[in-house]
C-alpha cells in the first residue's frame, strides 16, 4: 500500500511535470506564433512598400522618357531655325555671307516648318530692330505677313482650331508685365535674350478655337559671334501630359491613387483628380483639398493669339 501510494506519487509528479511542460510549450507556441504574424506581418508590409515603390519608380521612368521624347522634338526644331537664321550674318573665309536669303523666304520656311510639324501649335522667328538685313524701314507701316507696323521682322505661323495655318506678327517681346500665371508677357522673347541658351516656358492655360489648351513655349536665341539677333520659336501643346497621367493612373491598382505633374514654376500641368485647374498654383490646390473647401471656378484662360504672342 506504501509501495502503491510512493508510486502514485511519482506518477502524480511526473504526469504534473509533463502537463506544466505541455503547458509551457502551448503557451511558448502561441507566443511565438504571435510574434512570428507580427514579424510576418512587417516584413510582408515592407515587401508590398518596396514592391509598391518599385512599380511607381517604373511608371513614373516611363511616363518621363515618353515626355521627354515629346518635348525634345520641339527644342530641336526651334535650335534649327536659330542656326539657319544665324548664318545670315556669319561669312565665310571670302566674307561672303553663308546664307543669302530674303525676308519672305524665310517666312515661308517658318510656314512650312509649322505644316510639316502637327503636334505644333506654331513656330516663329523674331529679329531685333535692323537685325541682318538693317531694312526695317522698307517694312514699317505694314501690318500684314507677320509684321506689327513697325517693319522688325517677327513673323509667326500659327495653326487654327480647323487646322489651316494663320499668320501675324509676335508681340510683347519686351514686355516686363507679369501674366496670371506668374511669368513675364515678354518671357518667351526676354529668356533667350537674356541668357542666350534655349528656354523653355512652363505651360499655361490657354483658349485655342474654344478649347482650354495647356501651351509651353521653346524658343532658342539667334546667336552671330555671341551677339544676340533674335529668337527662333515653336509653341506645343502638352495636353497630352494629361493623357498619360490618366492611362497610367488606370493602369496603377485601379486607378486607387492620383497623379499630378507640377511645373518648376509650381502650377499643375496635369492632374487626375481636378484635370479643370490645370495651371493653377499647386499649393492653393493642395491647400484646398487639405482642408475639405469646395473648388472655386476657374477662371477662363486668354485667347492664345493675344494672350500667348499678341
Known sequence: MKFKSIQFSVAFLAGASVLAVVVALVLYALF???????LVQQRTQVLLE???????SSLAHAQVSEIQRELEAPLQITADLARV???????DGNGSPLLSISREELANLVHETTAQNPKLLGSYLGWEPNAFDASDDMYAGSKENGYDGTGRFLTWWYRNADGSLGVDAIGSTESEELLPTGVRAGEYYLCPKERKRPCVIDPAPYDVGGKMTMLASFTSPILVNGEFRGIAGADLAVNFIQELLVKADAQLYGGAGEMALIASNGRLVASTQAP??????ATEF??????GQPEQPAARP???RRACRG
Open 85 to 91: 537664321n544665324a548664318m545670315l550674318g556669319m561669312t
Open 286 to 291: 493642395f491647400r484646398r483639398q487639405r482642408a
Open 50 to 56: 518596396q514592391v509598391i515603390e518599385q512599380r511607381l
Open 32 to 38: 511565438a506564433s504571435d510574434r512570428t504574424q507580427n
Open 302 to 304: 486668354a485667347e492664345v
Open 276 to 281: 479643370e485647374k490645370l495651371g493653377e498654383p
